[in-house]
């Protein structure tokens, strides 16, 4: 137990079978969270801003002015509040490994134990546990631990501009579908193109989505869609009401 088995494909570890640099899964679906969530917004809470205002005035400017204040405000908004939840997410998680590292300095062979035991209850007997513990242990303790108590990465830790900048630019495309439909359409048209326009691209983006995070796509699907046509259809009925013609 003295050497250090050479590493092969079959050997254990955090990351084997990996290719160096790979991607890890957290990242993609940190990236894939953002997108889709700021996509989904930007669609419905363009959608609803213009709908509701085409309601109550057939102004392109004041129309084209509103959608582009609510695009360009919600873009900036999901995006620092991406930035500041996954700045959080970051913090705890770099927090959670900093107490790691303390107890593998100070209580080594305990953190050993911990990890050994932590394999046991994976299925591996006693023996192969402490063995793959130790060989672990030696190649990157922290990484190690990092991967088998906490699930984290110590080089794939989540990104907080990553989140940021796919929440402003899939917001920001999907708000310009909206505005653009309300905008292009004729008047007597402008509301019910927008509302089919939305919900195509909702039906997409719930497809979509599924089909990535590998989930079933009826459901999510119908839930995007549902909740963006009574988003469009409370606002537009707020803006009949009003009924204030600028």
């Known amino acids: 137990m003295d050497d250090v088995a050479p590493r092969g494909p079959g050997s254990a570890g955090p990351h084997a ?5 790979a991607e890890s899964t957290g990242s993609r679906l940190n990236r894939l969270r953002a ?16 709908v509701g205002v085409a309601a ?10 509103a959608g582009g204040a609510a695009l360009l405000a919600g873009a900036l908004s999901m995006a620092a509040g991406e930035y ?11 927090a959670l490994l900093a107490t790691e590292r303390q107890e593998l300095a100070e209580t080594p062979d305990a953190e050993l134990e ?12 006693p023996e192969l546990a402490r063995e793959v513990a130790v060989q672990l242990t030696r190649r990157d303790a922290l990484a190690a ?12 830790l989540t990104s907080p501009w990553e989140a940021a900048v796919a929440s402003i630019v899939s917001f920001t495309v999907g708000g310009l579908l909206p505005l653009a439909a309300v905008l292009l359409a004729p008047v007597a048209w402008r509301v019910p193109v927008t509302f089919v326009a939305v919900v195509l691209a909702l039906v997409l983006t719930g497809w979509g989505s599924a ?19 009574v988003a469009m259809g409370v606002t537009y009925a707020i803006g009949s009401l009003v009924d204030v013609n600028v």
């Open 56 to 65: 109550t005035s057939s102004s392109i400017p004041v129309v084209a002015t």
């Open 35 to 50: 997108g889709v969530l700021g996509a989904n917004d930007g669609i419905v809470s363009t959608a609803g801003v213009v």
């Open 17 to 21: 079978g990996e290719p160096h640099g």
């Open 211 to 229: 089909r990535l995070g590998k989930a079933p796509t009826r459901r999510a699907t119908i839930r995007t869609v549902v909740g963006g046509a």
């Open 114 to 125: 911990e990890l050994a035991g932590l394999y046991e209850e994976k299925g591996l007997t």
């Open 145 to 156: 631990h990092a991967d088998a108590e906490l699930h984290l990465d110590p080089d794939e």
């Open 84 to 94: 500041v939840s996954v700045s959080t997410q970051r913090d705890t998680e770099e």
